[in-house]
């Protein structure tokens, strides 16, 4: 049974290029949450979705992100023009319903901005 | 809004017990949850108090008292594959609200 899983792994992107981060959740689980974490700190949760909908979006940027999870294919993370700040680990995780506690979490994405 | 507090740094022997404190600031949440991380990969779930009381699960336990927004994570038979990071985190309506986190270091 495959876990949640990311691609790419690593990615490296210049200042003012556009970084897609991929998720596919675990089989049977339709609800996907992404985090992001700097490094020596804590993960810092900014986007639910459920398939087709954005549940909670509060922890997203008001610029350049976004994040869909369409009916078909996996939840995508996208961050347009980014900056060095955005360096950082992005993860994502799924849960088989809504509101849990236990979320199952991918290898994340570790954004490189030069 | 919502915070939580623990220590950085927790230093052990193995086979000894650690315990890990958190202390939080919330205007409501769900339950406590403790996740482990090691070396910056995948966060794993640990335990989970939605009530008061203590929860045990194998060589870990957790506790939670409501009234003094206090829990901590319990760990016995220390052993080296203990080295990690460990998170205290607040469920809110399937947000995870993490804290700073505690690194552990489980020596011989």
């Known amino acids: 049974n495959a876990g949640v899983m990311q691609n790419p792994r690593h990615l490296v992107r210049r200042r003012g290029q556009e970084a897609r981060l991929r998720c596919s959740p675990m089989k049977g689980h339709s609800h996907v949450y992404w985090y992001r974490q700097l490094p020596e700190e804590g993960l810092k949760f900014m986007v639910y979705?459920?398939?087709?909908?954005?549940?909670?979006e509060s922890g997203m940027p008001k610029e350049r992100f976004s994040a869909e999870f369409p009916k078909e294919g996996p939840s995508i993370l996208r961050i347009q023009q980014v900056v060095r700040g955005d360096s950082a680990a992005y993860f994502c995780?799924?849960?088989?319903?809504?509101?849990?506690?236990?979320?199952?979490f991918g290898p994340g994405t570790r954004l490189t901005v030069t | 809004g919502q915070s939580l507090e623990q220590p950085s740094e927790v230093t052990a022997v193995e086979g000894a017990i650690v315990q890990i404190n958190c202390t939080y600031q919330?205007?409501?949440?769900?339950?406590l949850s403790w996740y482990q991380q090691h070396d910056g990969g995948a966060p794993t779930f640990l335990s989970y108090n939605a009530l008061d009381g203590l929860e045990e699960t194998g060589r870990f336990s957790s506790f939670l008292s409501r009234s003094d927004s206090y829990g901590y994570l319990l760990l016995q038979e220390l052993q080296m594959k203990d080295s990690a990071s460990y998170f205290c985190?607040?469920?809110?309506?399937?947000?995870?609200?993490f804290g700073q986190g505690t690194e552990l270091s489980v020596k011989p």
């Open positions: 985190v607040l469920e809110e309506g399937g947000k995870l609200i």
């Open positions: 995780a799924s849960s088989p319903g809504e509101s849990s506690y236990e979320q199952y």
């Open positions: 979705l459920q398939k087709e909908n954005i549940i909670d």
């Open positions: 919330t205007s409501g949440f769900y339950g």
